[in-house]
């Protein structure tokens, strides 16, 4: 295996003839799971902004008993170190804890107003991830720190120019980061498919090519990207030359401080995935984005899987032709009543691999929060979160979603920045269930706690999510966890 590589398994049993039975007999093929293979050295943080209004906030936790010694150096579009006072900057990241910083503290004042750039970590040991989140007073969203750099992903929700959000104007800024020592060619494309052009009228298709220079990064807006006002759709992207690119992209409303952060989705050949958290009734609206990569039609079976005391509604079938897009509130694809209030996930089949999707949630009447999840293949056995905020003006729920058909047992435990174990808690979800709660519900020590880390075991694979956000909803950010490990690869 080559590190930095998602690997695809499916596994099928033979039986050979024996004195019983002369037939080869060969078993269904099993589900399909993804594995990836990070270089232990390595993580990549898209986007590091420090400008006027705007920071981007840091933490890294580590789950081993042993120290790790990380350097972190700031990289500009052309690959070049960012000027700054300290820049490298080392860290020493104890065992099992937790650090959490700005930007600005860790690399030190810059003589530039407007930085811009991405954060490269080198560690001697890879148990450790890292989250960002960048925002002002009354913005926040972010993402996850990655080793793997990938040939080919796609940003599922485009929107820059004026009316192109929603009714509101908005902008769209995409990253792409070449980590490599080489240069990276990628080709661009649009793609604007039928569901948002018309039943009649064949996706449409703008491409564009462009070169990374080794360290470098590509940072424009999409509108900039391709000339011109963008109103939905998807963007391909596919590397031409050269190893691979991490991607990400931060959706801004400037009449709103408002921002939606999303990573680069990678198509890992899945046909059931799922999208761990969305709300609707007053304050709250969750839209549904899903984005065929194909050349082949794939017909979707979406369910709403809800909370306790949550109306299920009916599974809805969609049709999406080749290279179609498709977008819709989730009160009017279930057909919910009006009024009506609750919180649950989105459960998705598909005919065929190569359907991807999100789910946007946000403030129903005037957008001052939003934020997205992308919907993901499976769960997981072993999950950490990076930072815990819990004072009173600010909140961390945590969401959990058992996608099979076996009970979980859950155990979910917070830790100090030091270390220290705060609380733990258990919780058994039946197949298919999913639960939601703030941790000072789960854990009620972590009251008034400001860092520090929580750990999600599970006895099966479950999804977990953290939603963080300010206590009167001016802000909220959907946070995946740093480090995953699937059933097969779970330490013995």
Request: hydrophobic content about 40%.
């Amino acid at each position: 295996m080559e590190t930095d590589t998602l690997y695809h398994f499916v596994v099928r049993t033979v039986t050979e003839p024996h004195e019983e039975n002369r037939n080869r007999v060969y078993s269904e093929p099993s589900q399909e799971v993804t594995a990836v293979t990070g270089n232990p050295a390595h993580q990549v943080f898209p986007l590091i902004v420090s400008t006027p209004g705007l920071s981007t906030g840091l933490a890294l936790a580590s789950d081993t008993p042993q120290g790790i010694v990380i350097e972190a150096e700031a990289l500009g579009e052309d690959g070049y170190l960012w000027p700054s006072a300290v820049n490298p900057a080392g860290l020493d990241l104890n065992p099992e804890n937790q650090l959490s910083f700005l930007g600005e503290d860790l690399l030190g004042p810059s003589p530039l107003q407007d930085n811009q750039d991405w954060l490269r970590l080198t560690a001697d040991n890879s148990r450790f991830g890292g989250v960002f989140q960048i925002g002002g007073d009354r913005q926040l969203d972010g993402g996850v720190a990655t080793a793997v750099a990938v040939r080919e992903l796609y940003f599922t929700r485009v929107h820059d120019g004026p009316q192109t959000f929603r009714g509101l104007p908005a902008v769209t800024l995409i990253s792409l980061v070449n980590p490599s020592s080489e240069i990276v060619g990628v080709r661009l494309r649009h793609v604007l498919g039928l569901q948002l052009a018309g039943d009649d009228i064949p996706a449409t298709e703008i491409e564009i090519r462009r070169a990374i220079r080794p360290q470098g990064m590509l940072l424009t807006t999409a509108g900039q990207l391709f000339e011109r006002e963008l109103s939905d759709g998807f963007i391909e992207v596919r590397v031409t030359r050269g190893p691979g690119v991490v991607g990400f992209e931060l959706i801004q409303l400037p009449e709103q401080p408002t921002l939606i952060a999303l990573p680069g989705q990678v198509d890992v050949r899945s046909q059931q995935l799922s999208a761990a958290q969305a709300a609707w009734g007053f304050p709250f609206f969750s839209n549904v984005k899903l984005v065929n990569t194909t050349e082949e039609e794939r017909f979707v079976v979406l369910s709403l899987v809800t909370s306790p005391g949550s109306e299920p509604a009916d599974a809805v079938e969609l049709r999406l032709g080749p290279r179609d897009s498709y977008s819709a509130d989730i009160v009017n694809l279930f057909n919910l009543q009006p009024g009506q209030i609750g919180e649950g996930s989105v459960r998705m089949g598909t005919s065929g691999p190569g359907v991807l999707g999100d789910i946007v949630i946000g403030a129903s009447d005037s957008l001052r929060f939003a934020t997205a999840l992308p919907f993901q293949s499976g769960g997981f056995v072993s999950q950490m979160f990076a930072h815990v905020v819990s004072p009173p003006a600010l909140f961390s729920g945590l969401v959990l979603d058992n996608p099979s058909g076996q009970e979980a047992d859950v155990k979910v435990t917070a830790f100090q920045p030091d270390g220290g174990q705060t609380g733990s808690f258990d919780l058994l979800l039946s197949p298919w269930e999913r639960d939601s709660a703030l941790v000072t519900e789960l854990i009620p020590e972590l009251q008034n706690q400001v860092g520090g880390y929580i750990r999600v075991e599970s006895t099966e694979p479950v999804i977990a999510y953290q939603l963080i956000g300010a206590a009167d909803l001016a802000f909220l950010a959907a946070v995946p966890p740093v480090r995953k490990i699937p059933p097969a690869l779970k330490a013995k």
